[in-house]
């Protein structure tokens, strides 16, 4: 603390990232990075890019990454916003968007961001409680609101939400923008890109961090309508010129590029997920259902502060969530099969499994 700071500034309580372990003999579990590199076709653009221009600043619009997501989704170019990770675009888009007379709706089980961009923001909210089984049940939605945020399939409870759901959201709040935050997206789920055609009032977020293996370069997109995108730009235009560097942008459209290594890591990480589900089940585990790359699991007798100790102590890196409600959950990353029968072994050993 220090007298200098503004005075909204000392109220805040920033967020904290799973810990990155300077050490290197840790199987790490607990920030759902993907356990396989990127694209051999990344690495290739990015040792071929002129290191000269370098020199040079960036395309402060990433015109190339625009229009290579424009193709990939089948929406045009002012459908399409870019950031530097969604965290970024999530903080712009909170700014654009939600700060209005009447209160945000958010889960209150969700990505822990977003109430923390709110009091950034000073912007008024409201979270509203999963069900028993961690489903988002939006009749408890049905009420005055300046927005809605979700994560599609949520985190950090691994669930998704019926595409259909999300429909009848978006017609019953007309007059109110639902952002869909699509970070798991391609691990299993339906994406609600198909809704931007019929709808004006959806933001959908994504992340290459996840699923694309490139969670260092930063980069994460909005797709939605052109007036949705026009005041993201306005914003960002306000904030910074050049959110992504000359690297990450020819890094990113050599990552979208590449369907069959997207295809065939992805796959390989469900496959791992579904295995590593029945594993755990079998060994006296509650196991929500997942179409991300991770599991919100809890065991019968065991608090998950204890098993994230034991797991630590055994150079296995987890998520454990002291939030009461989940505090016996643990959120487990999705690794490679080597890693994943590892933990398995690991917990097979403790004395009470
Ligand atoms: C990982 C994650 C993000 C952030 O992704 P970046 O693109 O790396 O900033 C956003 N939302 C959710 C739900 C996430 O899990």
Redesign the pocket.
């Given at each position: 603390m220090s007298k200098y700071w503004s005075p909204a500034i000392r109220q805040l309580t920033p967020y904290v990232p799973g810990e990155q372990p300077k050490v290197d003999n840790l199987i790490k579990l607990n920030t759902?990075e993907n356990p396989y590199p990127p694209s051999p076709r990344v690495v290739e653009a990015i040792n071929n890019y002129p290191k000269d221009r370098l020199r040079l600043y960036c395309d402060p619009d990433a015109t190339a990454l625009k229009q290579s997501l424009a193709n990939h989704f089948q929406l045009h170019y002012n459908n399409v916003f870019v950031g530097n990770?969604?965290?970024?675009?999530?903080a712009l888009a909170f700014m654009a968007f939600f700060r209005q007379e009447k209160p945000l709706l958010l889960p209150e089980t969700?990505?822990s961001?977003y109430d923390v961009y709110c009091k950034l923001y000073d912007i008024e909210y409201r979270q509203i409680p999963l069900t028993d089984d961690f489903e988002i049940n939006f009749t408890d939605y049905d009420q005055p609101n300046g927005g809605i945020i979700f994560?599609n399939p949520n985190?950090p409870t691994g669930r998704q939400t019926a595409l259909h759901e999300i429909e009848t959201l978006l017609l019953k709040n007309r007059e109110s923008l639902v952002i869909v935050?699509e970070?798991?997206i391609d691990f299993g789920g339906s994406s609600a890109v198909e809704l931007i055609h019929n709808y004006d009032n959806v933001l959908v977020?994504q992340?290459?961090?996840?699923s694309r293996s490139l969670?260092g370069l930063?980069?994460?997109f909005a797709l939605g309508h052109e007036d949705l995108i026009a005041g993201l730009e306005r914003v960002k235009n306000s904030f910074n010129s050049y959110p992504l560097d000359s690297l990450a942008i020819v890094g990113a459209v050599a990552a979208l590029e590449d369907v069959d290594y997207f295809n065939e890591t992805n796959q390989k990480i469900i496959d791992c997920r579904d295995w590593t589900t029945a594993q755990l089940e079998q060994l006296g585990f509650r196991v929500i259902p997942s179409k991300t790359n991770f599991v919100f699991t809890c065991h019968q007798s065991i608090s998950g502060a204890e098993l994230m100790q034991y797991l630590r102590s055994n150079n296995l890196l987890v998520r454990h969530f002291s939030k009461p409600g989940i505090e016996n959950f643990l959120r487990i990353t999705i690794g490679t099969a080597a890693e994943m029968q590892t933990l398995i072994e690991t917990l097979k050993q403790h004395p009470q499994i």
């Open positions: 759902n990770g969604s965290d970024e675009v999530l969700t990505y961001f994560a985190a935050d970070a798991y977020i992340t290459f961090s996840k969670a930063r980069i994460g």
